[in-house]
């Protein structure tokens, strides 16, 4: 499906958008290097409002269904939002190639809900393509229409960009009673098979002790009997001389 928008001359005061605060977000400005295009390769809604100001602002909305503080850090890390952008042509083009991957957590699928909106400026037209569940929004920035016939504008392109990411996460539920029960009968749990290890670990060592000590009996006594034999053999040596 394709669709071709002229964005509207409105002015934008606030949205909806943040309603629910978010918990985490961060910003990142992009040098689209004077593009008359900018190319929002997404697989998730996007949608284009204009605003009163010259630079082009992405604002991205996760929700994180079952995800929390640590699990968010691990895939930030992991570049799962990292921001992926080039130019070819007179085009700039921006994805987040990580948020095609499928990510499982425990066992369980990671779902995240994702929505994005495109703060444009004036005399910007917008193109929508969607085909598979995946949106590409082109943005061509264009010029004031009465300055270009007087010829005083000269081509739109875009020197400014910003794009910000807000992540939303569940709220932390305390942990009910049966809960903490369970959670304690496995750290007593834990505790037993750290002790059992421990006697085994003792056990062993004395068992390495005492063979340790036979050893050195067992050479004490030899050198014992080498040492009688040899004042034995003196002995009859000393009484042969004596006899003769």
């Given at each position: 499906?394709?669709?071709?928008?002229?964005?509207?001359?409105?002015?934008?005061?606030?949205?909806?958008?943040?309603?629910?605060?978010?918990?985490?977000?961060?910003?990142?400005?992009?040098?689209?290097?004077?593009?008359?295009?900018?190319?929002?390769?997404?697989?998730?809604?996007?949608?284009?409002?204009?605003?009163?100001?010259?630079?082009?602002?992405?604002l991205?909305?996760?929700?994180?269904?079952n995800?929390?503080?640590?699990?968010?850090?691990?895939?930030?890390?992991?570049?799962?939002?990292?921001?992926?952008?080039?130019?070819e042509?007179?085009?700039?083009?921006?994805?987040?190639?990580?948020?095609?991957?499928?990510?499982?957590?425990?066992?369980?699928?990671?779902e995240?809900?994702?929505?994005?909106?495109?703060?444009?400026?004036?005399?910007?037209?917008?193109?929508?393509?969607?085909?598979?569940?995946?949106?590409?929004?082109?943005?061509?920035?264009?010029?004031?229409?009465?300055?270009?016939?007087?010829?005083?504008?000269?081509?739109?392109?875009?020197?400014?960009?910003?794009?910000?990411?807000?992540?939303?996460?569940?709220?932390?539920?305390?942990?009910?009673?049966?809960?903490?029960?369970?959670?304690?009968?496995?750290?007593?749990?834990?505790?037993?098979?750290?002790?059992n290890?421990?006697?085994?670990?003792?056990?062993?060592?004395?068992?390495?002790?005492?063979?340790?000590?036979?050893?050195?009996?067992?050479?004490?006594?030899?050198?014992?009997?080498?040492?009688?034999?040899?004042?034995?053999?003196?002995?009859?040596?000393?009484?042969?001389?004596?006899?003769?």
């Open positions: 499906m394709k669709k071709i928008l002229l964005v509207a001359t409105v002015l934008f005061f606030g949205l909806g958008l943040h309603a629910q605060e978010a918990n985490k977000k961060y910003v990142k400005t992009l040098d689209p290097q004077l593009s008359q295009f900018v190319m929002l390769e997404f697989d998730y809604p996007a949608e284009a409002i204009e605003w009163d100001q010259e630079k082009l602002r992405i991205v909305d996760v929700n994180l269904k995800g929390n503080d640590k699990i968010l850090e691990q895939l930030m890390l992991a570049g799962r939002y990292k921001i992926s952008s080039r130019k042509g007179e085009s700039f083009i921006i994805d987040i190639p990580g948020l095609k991957k499928e990510v499982t957590i425990r066992g369980q699928k990671l995240e809900e994702i929505k994005a909106v495109v703060f444009v400026p004036s005399y910007t037209t917008v193109e929508t393509q969607t085909a598979d569940g995946a949106t590409q929004l082109i943005i061509q920035r264009g010029v004031d229409r009465e300055l270009a016939e007087r010829g005083l504008a000269a081509k739109g392109v875009f020197d400014e960009l910003e794009m910000e990411m807000n992540f939303t996460l569940p709220e932390e539920k305390e942990p009910s009673k049966e809960e903490l029960e369970n959670r304690m009968n496995d750290l007593e749990d834990r505790i037993k098979a750290l002790e290890d421990k006697k085994k670990i003792e056990n062993t060592i004395e068992e390495m002790d005492g063979s340790d000590k036979k050893e050195d009996l067992k050479d004490e006594t030899s050198n014992g009997k080498k040492t009688a034999t040899s004042v034995e053999l003196k002995t009859k040596k000393v009484q042969k001389i004596e006899d003769q």
